[in-house]
């Protein structure tokens, strides 16, 4: 053995634990990670939303997952189900000529909502609830425009339509174009809904990106 390692193998009492002069941690420091061996849990007390419907949750998860794993023919997106029903229910309205009687009947069947919409902005006066009620607390219409961008007074999605439109179209499963689908359907019941309530909106064309815009009228 050298004159080093016998020197590093000592147990003289300047051999091992901290240099000269340097204690152990402060109060508060080292030990466990927090909630581990008794230590302060930073997580009790808190609330996911979901105790209880944990089972739920776990299947929303993988049927996002097993959806968007589904790239064949097209990559599939969480509204593609929706966007074809949609699709579906427009192409055979349009073939027997009855698109303004479907408007309306969707129209209809949403009367129960718009109707109690058009109760609390006449008693608040506050228009914006017309835009809560049709975009941000309507499953059917944020589950199909999957990139709402909500601003007071406005909304901007992408229009739903178009992928789907385009590699069906190739397959003769439908024939229509974005901007038929925007001016039969989409712009149609937007007003309709908008009409109900009792305020006025601008709903626009599609834009080169793609975007729709949903705005209040004064």
């Given at each position: 053995m050298s004159e080093v390692q016998r020197a590093?193998?000592?147990?003289?009492?300047?051999?091992?634990?901290?240099?000269?002069?340097?204690?152990?941690?402060?109060?508060?420091?080292?030990?466990?990670p927090p909630g581990v061996g008794g230590g302060?849990?930073?997580?009790?007390?808190?609330s996911s939303g979901f105790e209880g419907r944990e089972?739920?949750?776990?299947?929303?998860?993988?049927?996002?997952?097993?959806?968007?794993?589904?790239?064949?023919?097209?990559?599939?997106?969480?509204?593609?189900?929706?966007?074809k029903m949609h699709l579906t229910?427009?192409?055979f309205a349009k073939d027997k000529g009855l698109v303004k009687e479907l408007v309306e009947h969707d129209i209809k069947t949403m009367q129960p909502m718009l109707a109690r919409m058009k109760g609390i902005i006449e008693k608040t006066g506050e228009k914006e609830i017309a835009l809560i009620g049709m975009?941000?607390?309507?499953?059917?219409?944020y589950q199909l425009c999957l990139d709402l961008k909500v601003e007071k007074g406005r909304r901007e999605f992408t229009?739903?339509?178009?992928?789907?439109?385009?590699?069906?179209?190739?397959?003769?499963?439908?024939?229509?174009?974005s901007e038929e689908v925007h001016e039969l359907w989409m712009k149609p019941r937007l007003?309709?809904?908008?009409?109900?309530?009792?305020?006025?909106?601008?709903?626009?064309?599609?834009?080169p990106d793609g975007k729709v815009v949903v705005k209040l009228v004064d």
């Open positions: 590093v193998s000592s147990e003289g009492p300047r051999v091992g634990g901290p240099p000269p002069g340097v204690g152990g941690p402060p109060p508060g420091v080292g030990g466990p302060h849990n930073p997580m009790a007390g808190t089972e739920l949750l776990g299947q929303a998860v993988a049927l996002a997952i097993r959806t968007l794993k589904d790239s064949v023919p097209y990559q599939h997106e969480m509204n593609d189900a929706l966007v229910a427009l192409q975009f941000d607390r309507t499953a059917c219409l229009f739903p339509f178009t992928m789907v439109l385009n590699i069906s179209r190739r397959i003769g499963q439908f024939d229509m174009t007003h309709g809904y908008a009409a109900c309530v009792g305020v006025k909106i601008d709903v626009s064309d599609i834009g």
